[in-house]
T-cell receptor, first 114, second 115 residues
Framework: EADIYQTPRYLVIGTGKKITLECSQT?????MYWYQQDPGMELHLIHY???????EKGDLSSESTVSRIRTEHFPLTLESARPSHTSQYLC?????????????FGPGTRLTVT | AQKITQTQPGMFVQEKEAVTLDCTYD???????LFWYKQPSSGEMIFLIY??????QNATEGRYSLNFQKARKSANLVISASQLGDSAMYFC????????????FGSGTQLTVLP
């Protein structure tokens, strides 16, 4: 059973607000990821981290930022939310090794910007 | 070019029947891994099965098996004895390279199991 948590699960917020989506994992995984997913569509990687103080942008350009000050915590921040940010955001983590270690996903945050 | 292609946007299967979900991939890296995930309507992603590029045998996990055809670059998921709870979106994904890198996902297949 994977222990990766995301809060909030659902968020409806007005345009221009600053928001932070929380992601925490208790498995001690070095690698963490943020994906954006529109309903019924594929996942797009927007940020990843290979360890503390390491963050990289993913394949999909995003106006969000991330930080990795602690191994277990990988928050995502939008400084000024816009309707185009409405989507589901999925956080994942994996061990640093290779092979069949799949990524473990959190339950996701469904964001709606009005 | 798409790295992961899932050509079936939607599939229907009768309960207790087997179903195959297609996935083809594109990579020039000799070392890669292929994954299948299930996403129910609740939105979470559930890891199902993994196949490494050097694995000689097809991966199996309970009712799930992966039909790996390396020369054709296909990694189809076979679900045997479908259950109503199998109704979900299914994503194929690939990780390239010998080091642990991020996954690239396909567009998914919506599977509906009929009673």
């Amino acid at each position: 059973e994977a222990d990766i948590y995301q809060t909030p699960r659902y968020l409806v917020i007005g345009t221009g607000k600053k928001i932070t989506l929380e992601c925490s994992q208790t498995m001690g995984h070095d690698k963490m990821y943020w994906y954006q997913q529109d309903p019924g569509m594929e996942l797009h990687l927007i940020h990843y981290s290979y360890g503390v103080n390491s963050t990289e942008k993913g394949d999909l350009s995003s106006e969000s930022t991330v930080s990795r000050i602690r191994t277990e915590h990988f928050p995502l921040t939008l400084e000024s939310a816009r309707p185009s940010h409405t989507s589901q955001y999925l956080c994942a983590s994996s061990e640093a090794g290779t092979g069949g270690d799949g990524q473990y996903f959190g339950p996701g945050t469904r964001l709606t910007v009005t | 070019a798409q790295k992961i292609t899932q050509t079936q946007p939607g599939m229907f299967v009768q309960e207790k029947e087997a179903v195959t979900l297609d996935c083809t991939y594109d990579t020039s890296d000799p070392s890669y891994g292929l994954f299948w995930y299930k996403q129910p309507s609740s939105g979470e992603m559930i890891f199902l099965i993994y196949q490494g590029s050097y694995d000689q045998q097809n991966a199996t996990e309970g009712r799930y098996s992966l039909n790996f055809q390396k020369a054709r670059k296909s990694a189809n998921l076979v679900i045997s004895a479908s259950q109503l709870g199998d109704s979900a979106m299914y994503f194929c994904a690939m990780r390239e390279g010998g080091s642990a890198r991020q996954l690239t996902f396909g567009s998914g297949t919506q599977l509906t199991v009929l009673p």
